[in-house]
């Protein structure tokens, strides 16, 4: 069966290969499995909660209307980390093509966790659209107005949990040139590395990375996963590594750094900004794709 729905759940398997599937959770729209020819692509913390009691612990969960906290926006300032979207039940909206299978959920103000929009009272509807190739992941959002008369100012991302063999073994290529801003040590750098390779906690914001510029993770020279980006001009990357994992409570096992990597295209170093009645689009892709150095 290519698409079955539980009551908290829709699994979506590929109707020319059954061990090709992926697993959303309807609280966060969060796909918390996405597997590929029966590999797991994807990073699940085994402590991660899934009944909805808080945002999940790996997968993909949805951030927004606000990327981290924010202490300046009137608005956003009264939300917490991430905003609302990791920590609402969405609506599942339904199939909407067979071949890929592809399915929408959607959140609105009125369904939206309410000690949430009690906090941040703006009219919003999302639709999140997932489209499962034969090899390939694609995340699409479209976030409307829908208010008449206020502009709506919010933050994107995917804060997307890759699965990978080993961190020490791994690195991100093809943001080299970029500038980021280091969420630990609160400084804008310029990337002149050729590549990134991880062996500490890292938390940093790629900005303004050209949609053209394809991000890959590469494991002992192959590549595990090719993020493709539209509309997304910024990525995080993120390894809480020893100490940030030993304080996460959800965070199991505690040696699980390891074996993930956050590669998060998303839209956080400044607002998005859409007029009363219009709507903003962006995706993601994510696939397996031959070693393409763009930069080194
Ligand atoms: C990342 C942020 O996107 O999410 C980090 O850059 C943060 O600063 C991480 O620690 C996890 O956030 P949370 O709220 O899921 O623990």
Known sequence: MPIEETQSQVILTHPENKDTSVSILKYGATIFSWKL???????LSTGAKLDGSKPVRGGIPLVFPVFGKNDNDELLSKLPQHG????????????????????QFGLNEKIANPDLTSLWKEKFNLILTVELGKDFLKTDIEVENSSNDRDLQFNWLFHTYLRIPDIEDTMVSNLTGMTFYDQLIKETIVDKHPVISINEETDVIYQNVDSSRVIQVVNQGKPTHTVKRVNLPDTVVWNPWIEKSAGMGDFEPKTGYKEMICIEPGHVHDLVKVAPGEKWQASQI????ALNYQAI
């Open 84 to 103: 609302l979207a990791r920590n609402s039940t969405w609506e599942f909206l339904g199939q909407t093509k067979s071949n890929p299978p592809t399915v």
């Open 286 to 289: 994510i696939s397996q794709d």
């Open 37 to 43: 020819e029966g590999r797991e692509q994807l990073w």
